[in-house]
Structures are given as structure tokens and as C-alpha cells.
């Protein structure tokens, strides 16, 4: 399905973002497959919670996974479609015993950005239990990569570096009881809900990544990021490193933001914060200025 001029605000976590001059849902690998052959330049999205998109919009075409969501279970084996929600796939790996992937109960990822940013939280990652993933190389088609292949760091893979795309992941998982399963994911929300926002408040996770042995969240609490604001977005009063759009703030609200709390940071500690969040848009000279500064990735 494709649709044109598309509002994509209303897909990303932020809550925020402008019209996609065209917009892609295929509904199966073999569709999508053949929509990235024909739009060589589109960017893919799963279910944008690591994204801010801007509010002046993206003139160019965007792929959105979210309905490639096929699932099969063999054995401790699990193959997950693109799209498949992290929150689904843990309760399912639950539901059968399967322990490895509890820490996606906690947040709201698709399978293919998981894979894509290595996504992790609570001592785990997707590193740890991805056997394999189907690949889409503009040079060589479709391709299987190993895990050994996929050159997983923190949170980052290989995908980020060429130019590929995850069309399906596999992952291997260990036998549990359910109670331990239970456990550790009980563990995980609770912890969540003590520190983090949900998703009632529009956010998109941590914006900053975590610098080597150093933690971004206590940096910017030193600095005073937790009174900052700007137009209709603050940070978060229990956790400096996340942004909530409070109230209809736009891309350029929370752009600004991310350059006081890392200019201040900066200014103090002599460290760079490099964000975790990407940037789609690219309409607005400021806010392009604003991303290099900041170094965010535009995708
Ligand atoms: C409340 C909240 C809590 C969070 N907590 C955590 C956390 O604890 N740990 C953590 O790691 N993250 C966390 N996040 C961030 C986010 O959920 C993860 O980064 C997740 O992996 C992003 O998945 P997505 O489908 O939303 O990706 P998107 O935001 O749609 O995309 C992210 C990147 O992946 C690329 N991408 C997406 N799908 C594909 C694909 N199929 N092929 C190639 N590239 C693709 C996009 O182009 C983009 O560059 C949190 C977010 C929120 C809102």
C-alpha cells in the first residue's frame, strides 16, 4: 500500500513530524523486497521510536515495516518479520518458555530497528541472541548475515554502515521455566515505570548514547538538564536524558533543547554527547544546522 503527502506524526513516539511525500507499507518480505528495488533511495522505518522526524516534513519516500509481522516458532528458534513489534515477540518467546529476549517487553521497537541500533536495555542485548538475519543489499539482493557478521557494538551494526536493510530476523533463544521468564520481565517494566516515561508522554527513549564508561542521564543531571525546556517539550523530571513533548512542541523545539543540555555538558565536562536519536527531514536550514552541531544521523 502506498500513500502520498502522508502525516507521519502520528506513527512516530515523539508525536511529532511532518508530511512524507510517499509513504510505503508492504505487507509481506517478498513486497517489500521489490518496493526497495523500485525506490533505491527510500528510507526504512519500523515503529519510529527512535526517530525525530521533522515538523517541516521529508521530501522523499519512506518504507514502514510495520506490517511485515509474520512470526515462526521451531524448537528454541524464533524468525521474526521486520515489523514484528519487541513487546509481542517477548511475551511470545514467553508464552514458550524461550528466555533471551525479555528486554524487549520494555519498549516499544519493531524487529528490524532492534536489530539496526542493537537495541538492549537490563544486561541484555539483541547481539546475545541473534542467530541470523535476511538482508537487502542494493549490490547483492537478499543476503543472510551471521551474527558474527552483523558487527554488533553499542548500539550500532553493520546495517548502519552499508547500506542495508532487514527484511527478517532470527533469533536463538534458551529454554526457561515460566516463572523465570515471568520474573526478569516483571523486573524490567517495574524498573521502567519507577524511572522511565511511558509512552503516554510522547518520547523517544534515551537521546543521548551513553558515553565510554560514563553515564549520559547522571552527566546532564549534573548540569541541570532536568529544569530545561523549550517551547512545548521538557526534559523528564525522574531521568535527565529522556524529552517529552509535553505540549505539541515541534522537531525545532526539541532540536534546540539537545543543543542546550549537550552545549552544557560540553562547557562543564569537556564531553561530546553523541545522540541515540535520528534525525529524518532535512526542509529547514536551522534545524540542519542544528544536527551537525549535534552530530545526529540523518537518515
Ligand atoms: C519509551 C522508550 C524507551 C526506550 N528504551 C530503549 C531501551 O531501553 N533500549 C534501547 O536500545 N532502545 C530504547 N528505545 C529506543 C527504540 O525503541 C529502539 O532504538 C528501537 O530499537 C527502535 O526500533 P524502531 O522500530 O522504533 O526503529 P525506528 O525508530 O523506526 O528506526 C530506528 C533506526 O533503524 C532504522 N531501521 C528501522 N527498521 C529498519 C529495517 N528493517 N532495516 C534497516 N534499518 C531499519 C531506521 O532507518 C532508523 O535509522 C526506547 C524508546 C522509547 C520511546
Redesign the pocket.
Known sequence: MQENNFDISKL???KVGGKVNRMYFPESVDEFVQVLKSEPDA?????????LVSSYGFDGVVI??KR?DGINIDGNIITAG??VR?TKLSKLAAANNLSGLE?MI?????????????????GQ??ADVLKSAK??CPERGVITLTNENMDFSY?TSV??KKS????EAQFELKPDTSENIQEKMNENLSF?QNK????TLP????VFKNPEGNSAGRLLESIGAKQMAVGGVHVFEKHAN?IINEDNGTSYDILTLMDKMSSAVEDKYGIKLIP???Y?GGNNEKEVELCRKLKI?M?
Open positions: 512516530t513516539s515523539f528510507v526504512v522505518v519500523g515503529n519510529l521510536s527512535n526517530i514502514c515495516t511485515i521486520a515489523g519487541g528486554f520494555a519498549f516499544p521497537g519493531s524487529v528490524g530497528g532492534e536489530v539496526y541500533m542493537n537495541a538492549g536495555a537490563h542485548m539483541v538482508i537487502y548500539r546495517c548502519q542495508y536493510t532487514i527484511l521502567r522511565q516515561p511511558s509512552l518520547n523517544c527513549g534515551s529522556f541515540e536519536v535520528k529524518l544521523d537518515i
